[in-house]
């Protein structure tokens, strides 16, 4: 008999993952002690519990694994999954149609900007290469500029490159395109045929040849536009708060924003660091899209992985909510990355309006 801190070690999940398992039914311990309620379990429940903590990270529903687990045929096991799997597959495509048809109508509506003038931001930027060998973080402008005044559309962006050298670099070359350009009639749409293209860049490169992700804030009138592909981040400091404007796409993020999945299964998910989405040969590409109305004194700030996977998120709060002009930000938040032991690359823009 195995104590719950040992079948855990064996599982590489945690304690309080298993005491989850046992509370939904999914995999009960072999013996509870009456009296201190210690759980203990058997060497044979091992695959058991992986082949859960697997069908909780695709977030299969829960009637659903019970069946799944339940079944001592592993050729009936594989055809209920299978056709879970299916049907899921068959929903979406149903559901596809539907959403289209909604996204057409709102964006028939006036989507476009309604201010006569153009924000004027001030932005400075840190990178660096870390404790990596390679340096494949970028940020765009890639030049210093402390102050900048413009006329019209403006952006700002990082890229999280990984691979081989140079996807970042791509990525952010096709979004070049659209800073200065003249005032256009959907900058929504343009940005998302932009990140489009940027991904084709990338993919040109080769199958072998890597990828990124890519964070774009874009600056339209009286809106600020974010298209996002992958896990670096995008943050707005408004009215004395930090809020954060995407969402990582891994494997797991989603089914914990869905609830299907816990924080701390995730921990120990062997998948919780893989993308699903990002700017690669045969990846999904397409960026999540978000629109902020503009206030006077927003601060918005670009991160990649290296910065807000190394610093705490009260840490990285505080640097960020900190009065000072976008370099003295950008510096204090390289300094803390610095100070964490710089694991990975690292990149941030600080964009205050």
């Avoid at 019209?152 to 979004?175: K, N, S, T, W």
Wanted: proline share 4%; no cysteine.
């Amino acid at each position: 008999m195995l104590t719950i801190g040992e079948f855990a070690r064996a599982t590489g999940l945690t304690a309080k993952a298993l005491r989850l398992y046992d509370d939904l039914g999914l995999l009960a311990p072999a013996d509870v002690d009456a009296h201190t309620g210690y759980r203990r379990y058997t060497a044979d429940q091992v695959n058991r519990a992986r082949l859960v903590a697997r069908l909780r990270s695709v977030g299969v529903p829960l009637r659903r694994i019970a069946t799944i687990v339940g079944l001592d045929d592993r050729e009936a096991a594989a055809a209920e999954l299978l056709s879970y799997w299916r049907q899921v597959e068959a929903d979406t495509a149903s559901s596809r149609h539907v959403v289209a048809a909604l996204v057409s109508e709102m964006r028939g509506h006036d989507m476009h900007p309604t201010a006569t003038h153009h924000p004027a931001p001030r932005s400075a930027h840190r990178a660096g290469r870390g404790g990596r060998s390679l340096d494949l973080d970028r940020v765009h402008p890639r030049e210093h500029r402390v102050a900048a005044q413009v006329t019209g559309q403006r952006v700002f962006a990082v890229a999280d490159g990984y691979g081989e050298d140079g996807a970042a670099d791509a990525a952010l070359e096709a979004l070049a395109s659209l800073d200065g350009a003249e005032q256009v009639a959907d900058p929504l749409g343009a940005l998302d045929a932009t990140v489009t293209r940027a991904a084709e860049a990338v993919a040109a490169r080769g199958v072998d040849a890597g990828g990124t992700t890519l964070t774009a804030l874009l600056l339209a009138g009286d809106r600020a536009l974010v298209a996002h592909v992958g896990d670096s981040r995008a943050y707005v400091v408004r009215d004395g708060s930090l809020e954060r404007l995407t969402r990582d796409h891994t494997v797991v993020q989603s089914l914990i924003d869905e609830g299907r999945l816990t924080a701390d299964e995730a921990r120990s998910d062997p998948d919780r660091n893989l993308l699903n989405r990002a700017l690669a040969p045969g990846a999904p590409a397409a960026p999540d899209l978000s629109v902020r109305q503009l206030h006077a004194g927003d601060r918005f700030v670009l991160t990649t992985d290296g910065v807000h996977s190394v610093l705490e998120p009260r840490r990285l709060a505080e640097l960020l909510l900190a009065p000072g002009t976008p370099e003295e930000v950008t510096h204090a938040v390289e300094a803390a990355v610095l100070a964490a032991g710089a694991p990975d690359n690292y990149g941030v823009v600080v964009v205050d309006v």
